[in-house]
């Protein structure tokens, strides 16, 4: 518990000089951020309930056997512990729960000791019992693994910051090439386009495909071929990752080839004009509506020709 207490998050300033001197000095880089998700994940064994066999299948497959599941937990654990630095949700940390409440059936009883635990941001005061569920297993498993205390923390949401700054955009174009590894099929050319800069793509199969019934399942087949197509042509190489809980094997890959893996996550649906992450959006922008009342995304949080020039002004005056 000493341990667990101990935990904080590193400043932005940390986050940004760690990820531009692995990049300067070549050295193999990973950032990866653990959400409910990956709470759920690492909680899985063999007697998980069946809503969460159903979340995690969503990741894998609508046949996503017991063996699956635990190897991705394995590669997942394996990432964790040789990653650089751990993106982890804000409200997960300083904070004092029983965790023996998972066991509880009665969701009106865990809903209500979990709301009171946890500092949730204000666009997620009605948070469903599925989702505090996650979340309080994340806490679970990083209160009960003494190996984040030799790891930095920052905030998950870092990539938005990361971007916002400029810094981002600056390490992409002095990269000059870069991987991605994302479903999102338009970014590798709207980066082209915006950053004059060569991109290797690997498109992932689409986990929100399954809304429409066309899941094409992102594990084994997919995440074999594309694990094995990774090639980080020269030391330092950035690699920006947007694939959900298996996305952080391909960021152990990359940093195991001598690449800096950075799993920037939704940041990557902005990009693409996607309005993905509304909880995380509404808590840092005003967001405004069209005249039919439909939320607009940010015109700042896109990948355009217009926005990268003006990060780039941005990035140099603050640096000046």
């Known amino acids: 518990m000493t341990v667990y207490n101990s935990l904080v998050q590193v400043p932005y300033s940390d986050f940004e000089f760690a990820v531009n001197e692995a990049f300067e000095s070549k050295q193999p880089f990973s950032f990866i951020r653990l959400g409910d998700g990956e709470g759920a994940l690492l909680d899985f064994d063999e007697q998980c309930s069946l809503e969460d066999m159903e979340y995690l299948s969503e990741h894998v497959g609508k046949k996503a056997t017991i063996k699956q599941l635990s190897t991705l937990k394995n590669n997942l654990e394996k990432a964790i512990d040789n990653t650089n630095i751990v993106g982890i949700r804000d409200d997960v ?43 309080a297993k994340l806490y679970k498993a990083i209160k009960n693994n003494n190996a984040y205390s030799r790891q930095k923390l920052c905030t998950q949401w870092i990539p938005f910051d990361y971007f916002l700054s400029g810094a981002l955009t600056n390490l992409l174009e002095r990269a000059g090439e870069i991987g991605v590894i994302t479903a999102r099929v338009n970014i590798p050319d709207k980066l082209r386009k915006a950053l004059n800069i060569n991109v290797i793509e690997h498109i992932t199969p689409d986990k929100t495909a399954r809304q ?109």
């Open 93 to 135: 940390l300083g904070v004092s729960f029983d965790e023996g409440l998972l066991k509880q059936n009665d969701e009106q009883i865990f809903l209500a000791a979990f709301k009171q635990a946890f500092t949730l941001r204000a666009t997620e005061l009605n948070i469903c019992y599925s989702d505090a569920r996650r979340i």
């Open 212 to 320: 429409i019934g066309t899941l094409i399942p992102h594990y084994p087949v997919h995440f074999n071929r594309i694990k094995s197509e990774i090639n980080v042509k020269y030391p330092g190489m950035p690699y920006l990752v947007a694939a959900g809980l298996i996305g952080k094997s391909y960021c152990a890959e990359i940093q195991r080839q001598g690449g800096i893996a950075l799993d920037i996550g939704a940041l990557i649906d902005c990009w693409d004009g996607l309005y993905s992450r509304p909880k995380v959006i509404e808590s840092k922008f005003d967001v405004k509506k069209s005249l039919m009342g439909k939320k607009k995304l940010p015109e700042e949080l896109k990948m355009t020709i217009e926005n990268a020039k003006r990060l780039r002004e941005l990035f140099r005056k603050t640096r000046c």
